[in-house]
């Protein structure tokens, strides 16, 4: 079964930090374009970092610019996403999505994927 097991949300105090995982199955990363999004209570989802691994771009949302990174690791099939010095407003609900590499990492990061995992829930206090 092809299918994307997201991992590592939980509570942390603002300025502490978090690396969330993406695990997939029944397929490899390879050249796919793989990425992370969130959607916070009332508002729409939204791409933060994606990294399109055919032509090595990558995209972050300017809100986490500086704060979070996005890495893969070949050998575990797995995602990362580091994230560190967290606010309040990154307080959501965080997705890992892989699709084949249509475009670059800005095109994958406006929803363009083909693969969802579940997601992971991220509260940040202040």
């Known amino acids: 079964e092809v299918q994307l097991q997201a991992s590592g949300g939980g509570l942390v105090q603002a300025g502490g930090s978090l690396r969330l995982s993406c695990a997939a199955s029944?397929?490899?990363?390879?050249?796919?374009?793989i990425g992370w999004f969130r959607q916070a209570p009332g508002k729409e989802r939204e791409g933060v970092a994606c990294?399109?691994?055919?032509?090595?771009?990558?995209y972050y949302a300017d809100s986490v610019k500086g704060r979070f990174t996005i890495s893969a690791d070949n050998a575990k099939n797995t995602v990362y996403l580091q994230m560190s010095s967290l606010k309040p407003d990154d307080t959501a609900v965080y997705y890992c999505a892989a699709s084949p590499p249509w475009g670059g990492a800005y095109y994958h990061c406006r929803g363009h994927m083909d693969l969802w995992g579940q997601g992971t829930e991220v509260t940040v206090s202040s």
């Open positions: 990294m399109s691994r055919s032509d090595g771009s990558t």
């Open positions: 029944g397929f490899t990363f390879g050249n796919f374009a």
